[in-house]
């Protein structure tokens, strides 16, 4: 019989918070300098802007503008966000669009905010790039929703291993659909295995140690940020992929099979499936399962894997 651990009380955050500077050394400070807000107003229309100056491209103040129907304090809100701050961070890094030189960025118009409580947790944006020889724009509608967790669960039962995926309705798609447990990053620390380990005990009703995890992303080349960004064209997702491998009893498995879970007060209507580790890879479309299944199986094949512990 498989028992299920509470993870460990005392997590420690994986990266610093965001937040705006006055420092003109991005590289060191991780911060932009921001100017003066200014915000101008007509007559007939609410043309509310804002500008920031970014240390890549200190000679050229980048304007942020709110779209039509966009309150003043969701431009604000927008513009303070940890999700708006990273992009921007992101465009700047060692492998950022504008890192060397050869683009710019002249505008973003900020269109839709949405907030999760007191945090945004959705914020849509279109940003103008130019590519400096030749003059055009590059593509850059951007929904951002921030970094993600998901987890592979395996459990060995009687010589035949299992996989656990989630039912959940999907709106977007239309459908219902057979996912990994998975969820977003509440806060800011960066806290990538506690909140895989705590989606889990919301997702599937089972709690795991933190210390049997396996970090699946983090097999991949640093050059990666080891996440994996399933839709790049459109949204700034990046996601921890983790494993976790036991044993479990044919009556645990059993248990599992069809239980109703989830955080009901927050409309998640979940039901646990467990199926067969080898079908695995044809009963889903969900990228998470696809995606990890192929990170194990490659880890697995080049001895990456830590040993399994024994119960």
């Known amino acids: 019989m498989t028992q299920f651990l509470q993870p460990s009380i005392s997590l420690r955050s994986l990266r610093r918070g965001l937040q705006f500077s006055s420092s003109s050394s991005f590289h060191r400070s991780g911060s932009f300098r921001l100017r003066s807000f200014c915000c101008r107003m007509s007559a007939d229309s609410a043309n509310r802007s804002q500008s920031i100056t970014l240390p890549c491209q200190h000679e050229q103040p980048v304007q942020i503008l709110a779209a039509p129907g966009l309150s003043d304090s969701d431009l604000r809100n927008a513009v303070d966000s940890s999700l708006f701050k990273q992009w921007l961070m992101n465009l700047q890094g060692e492998s950022g669009i504008l890192a060397q030189g050869a683009m710019s960025l002249k505008r973003v118009l900020i269109q839709g905010v949405d907030m999760f409580g007191s945090r945004i947790g959705f914020l849509k944006f279109q940003a103008d790039i130019y590519d400096k020889q030749t003059g055009k724009k590059v593509p850059g509608i951007v929904f951002a929703r921030g970094p993600a967790v998901a987890v592979l669960i395996l459990l060995s039962c009687e010589g035949e291993t299992y996989a656990v995926l989630t039912e959940q309705v999907r709106v977007p798609v239309g459908k219902l659909m057979l996912e990994l447990p998975a969820g977003m990053l509440d806060d800011d620390k960066g806290d990538f295995v506690g909140t895989a380990v705590r989606e889990v005990e919301e997702e599937i009703g089972i709690r795991l140690k933190l210390e049997d995890m396996v970090n699946l992303t983090g097999f991949l080349d640093p050059s990666t940020g080891c996440r994996i960004f399933p839709s790049p064209g459109g949204c700034d997702e990046g996601i921890g992929l983790f494993l976790y491998r036991g044993s479990a009893s044919k009556e ?35 990228a998470k399962a696809l995606m990890a299944f192929g990170l194990y199986e490659m880890a697995k094949k080049e001895g990456l894997l830590p040993s399994l512990k024994q119960c």
């Open 252 to 286: 645990t498995i059993a248990e599992l099979q069809g239980k109703e879970t989830g955080l009901r007060d927050h409309g998640e209507l979940i039901k646990v499936h467990v199926v067969p580790y080898e079908k695995l890879w044809r009963v889903t479309a969900d």
